[in-house]
C-alpha cells in the first residue's frame, strides 16, 4: 500500500453520469489484484473531508510497460461531482492499493460474471487477469444490468474481446426487460458454471448468493459500501457475519470481495 499525489492521464466522460479516469501510478500498483481498490482525496481539498474509494477498473499499459491505473466512477454527490472537473496533469492523493480482491482457481474453466450499474467497475481487470490465465473466452459469460440503457458500461468493449455479454434493463430500453439475476438462472439450468463473480447493489448480490448456494456453484462477491478510512479503522463499512452470529466483517479490510457464504446478506 502506498500513498502519494498522482497525476491525472485523463478523465473522460462515457455517460452522464459516468466517466473513466486515468492516473499514473507506482510500480507497486502492477501486482494489484482484480477487485482491490483505492482511495482518493482531491489535491489538499478538505472538503469532502473523507476520502473516497474506487475500484481499480484496468491497469494502463503503454508498449508493455505499466504506467497506471484507470478508474470508473459515477457522480452521485460532491465528491465525485469534483472529480469530473479534473483535468490531464492536475493532481490527487492517491492511496492503494487496498483489500482482498477477487481469487482465480485454476480449475475455474466455465466463468459467470454478474453485474449491476457501477458495480462493472472491477470486472474488466478481473477479466483481463482470467485471460492471461488462458480461460476460454467461451467459456465466459457477462451480465450487465441497468435501471436503463446508460447504466450498461463496458457491454462493447467486452464483446469486442469475443465475450459473451447478456443485458438487462428495468425498462427495457436495452436488452431484456428483466432482473439481471433472471438470465443468470436460466443459463445455469443449460449449463453450470465452475465460479460466479459478482458486484452491484446488495439486494442483487443476494439473490446472486441464493441462485449460487441453490446451485451448488462457487461465489465470490464484491461488497459496494462507503470505505472511508480504507483499513478497518472507522467501523463504517461492516457487513454481518453469516458463520458467526453478532459478528461483523469489514468490507474495506476482509473484503471488499468475500466468498458469499461468509456472509449474511
Not at 499525489?5 to 486515468?22: D, M
Not at 468493449?157 to 443485458?167: E, F, K, N, P
Not at 464484491?222 to 453478532?246: F, N
Request: aromatic letters at 6%; one cysteine or more; a negative charge.
Amino acid at each position: 500500500m502506498e500513498q502519494q499525489h498522482a497525476e491525472v492521464l485523463w478523465n473522460r466522460r462515457l455517460t452522464p453520469p459516468y466517466y473513466k479516469i486515468g492516473l499514473r501510478a507506482p510500480d507497486s500498483f502492477a501486482t494489484a489484484i482484480p477487485g482491490q481498490f483505492i482511495t482518493l482525496r482531491l489535491g489538499d481539498q478538505m472538503d469532502p473531508l473523507l476520502r473516497r474509494p474506487f475500484s481499480i477498473h484496468q491497469l494502463i499499459i503503454r508498449d508493455d510497460v505499466f504506467t497506471g491505473i484507470e478508474l470508473l466512477y459515477k457522480v452521485v454527490g460532491a465528491g465525485t461531482q469534483k472529480l469530473t472537473r479534473l483535468r490531464s496533469g492536475d493532481r490527487v492523493d492517491l492511496l492503494g492499493p487496498l483489500g482482498n480482491g477477487f481469487y482465480i482457481a485454476e480449475h475455474f474453466q466455465r466463468v459467470f460474471i454478474v453485474a449491476g450499474g457501477i458495480g462493472i467497475a472491477p470486472m474488466p481487470f478481473l477479466i483481463s487477469r482470467l485471460l492471461d490465465k488462458s480461460l476460454d473466452r467461451s467459456r465466459c459469460k457477462v451480465f450487465i444490468g441497468g435501471k436503463s440503457k446508460s447504466d450498461l458500461l463496458c457491454s462493447d468493449d467486452l464483446s469486442d474481446l469475443g465475450i459473451s455479454v447478456h443485458t438487462t434493463t428495468d425498462d427495457g430500453s436495452c436488452g431484456d426487460q428483466c432482473l439481471v439475476t433472471d438470465p443468470v438462472e436460466i443459463e445455469i439450468s443449460d449449463s453450470k458454471p465452475d465460479v460466479i463473480y459478482a458486484c452491484g447493489p446488495m439486494q442483487m448480490l443476494s439473490c446472486v448468493a441464493g441462485i449460487a448456494e441453490k446451485y451448488g456453484i462457487e461465489c465470490q462477491v464484491s461488497i459496494e459500501t462507503m470505505m472511508a478510512c480504507g483499513m478497518g479503522a472507522c467501523l463504517g463499512c461492516a457487513v454481518e457475519s453469516r458463520k458467526e452470529p453478532d459478528r461483523y466483517l469489514h468490507a474495506c479490510s476482509d473484503g471488499p470481495v468475500f466468498d458469499a457464504n461468509l456472509l449474511n446478506i
